[in-house]
């Protein structure tokens, strides 16, 4: 099987020093693809180390949304689609902030 670069033209696996430089390129950009990882490793575990952490904030009952989206549900007077377009949020985040105004308090 051969490649050819339609663009370029200087990536020709059909002749010799095509396949050299196709096999030159290829561990070039697997040997960067790996130290990218490396880097983004360390940099997470150095914000780790820092007290750091990634993601998205965590829902709270006590957000602003999730009342009233559970407020809106109370009431009985839009279906779940009009809450949902009313609010801009999808069916699932919808019940998401259902179950997270319902899931019960953790002891302390």
């Given at each position: ?80 689609e009009q809450i ?25």
């Open positions: 099987m051969a490649f050819r670069s339609l663009r370029d033209g200087a990536i020709d696996t059909t002749s010799a020093s095509g396949e050299l430089v196709f096999h030159i390129f290829s561990p070039l950009a697997q040997f960067e693809r790996r130290l990218i990882q490396e880097r983004t490793k360390a940099g997470l575990s150095v914000a780790r180390a820092r007290g750091r952490k990634g993601g998205r904030k965590a829902i709270t009952r006590n957000d602003p949304r999730v009342k009233t989206a559970c407020r809106m549900h109370r009431d009985h007077e839009l279906s779940v949902c377009r009313t609010l801009e949020i999808s069916r699932a985040t919808f019940y998401r902030y259902l179950a997270v105004a319902t899931e019960p308090t953790p002891a302390t």
